[in-house]
């Protein structure tokens, strides 16, 4: 059974710094892509960066743009977010999302906070 499981959410002054890394856990194969989405209270969920399993294909969206950095390791099955320069509309839960072909996973997801 494929699992997802995100950390490094938390609480941070606005202009700081979180590391958000997710494991994926019981595959045997390598996803296509991974991804972070994100939600806010009241809003959908949206995608913040992705990256191909190469890791020579990364989207990123408009508001995170030289701000966010996604990586990937095949190696440990994780893949990081750098986020710097956090603004308080960062503020939302933070969700891992793998893919292979059709089928997609999604982690349980960590609260990121940006508040003085």
């Known amino acids: 059974q494929v699992q997802l499981v995100e950390s490094g959410g938390g609480l941070v002054q606005p202009g700081g710094s979180l590391r958000l890394s997710c494991a994926a856990s019981?595959?045997?194969?390598?996803?296509?892509?991974m991804g972070w989405y994100r939600q806010a209270p009241g809003k959908q969920r949206e995608l913040v960066a992705a990256i191909t399993s190469s890791g020579g294909t990364t989207n990123y969206a408009d508001s995170v743009k030289g701000r966010f950095t996604i990586s990937i390791d095949n190696a440990k099955n994780t893949v990081d977010l750098q986020m710097n320069s956090l603004k308080p509309e960062d503020t939302a839960v933070y969700y891992c999302k793998a893919a292979r072909g059709v089928v997609t996973y999604w982690g349980q997801g960590t609260q990121v906070t940006v508040s003085s």
């Open positions: 019981g595959i045997v194969f390598r996803f296509d892509a």
